[in-house]
């Protein structure tokens, strides 16, 4: 994992994944922007992370907290999924291209106060 503290490593990270939707995963190129961009807002200020391969950046997964709550979300089944814990957590929101702004924002927002 590599924290994604710089504008520049999250530019790294965008640029990889928006060049992977384009070539694996048009269900999610759209929206996949809007992802990201939310979760660096609202995520715990230092908590970012983008999976590595190789020692690269690799633009698929990434891990944060939000609120203590650590969440992974990535590229799976079509959607770009959230899971609690790891990516083999339980399922907590689910995007593509048919997913609003504001519907992203608010669940991305949202991950803060939820705990079951």
Request: hydrophobic residues 30%; positive net charge; proline residues 2%.
């Amino acid at each position: 994992m590599l924290q994604l503290n710089t504008s520049a490593k999250r530019s790294e990270f965008r640029a990889k994944a928006d060049k992977r939707a384009r070539h694996h995963a048009r269900q999610i190129e759209d929206i996949l922007p809007i992802v990201i961009e939310a979760v660096y807002e609202y995520a715990d200020p230092g908590s970012v992370y983008g999976s590595l391969y190789n020692g690269r950046l690799t633009g698929r997964s990434g891990w944060a907290k939000f609120g203590g709550r650590r969440v992974w979300g990535g590229y799976k089944n079509k959607h770009i999924e959230f899971r609690e814990e790891s990516r083999l957590g339980r399922a907590i929101a689910r995007f593509d291209n048919a997913s609003s702004k504001s519907e992203v924002e608010r669940q991305i927002r949202g991950f803060r106060r939820q705990k079951r």
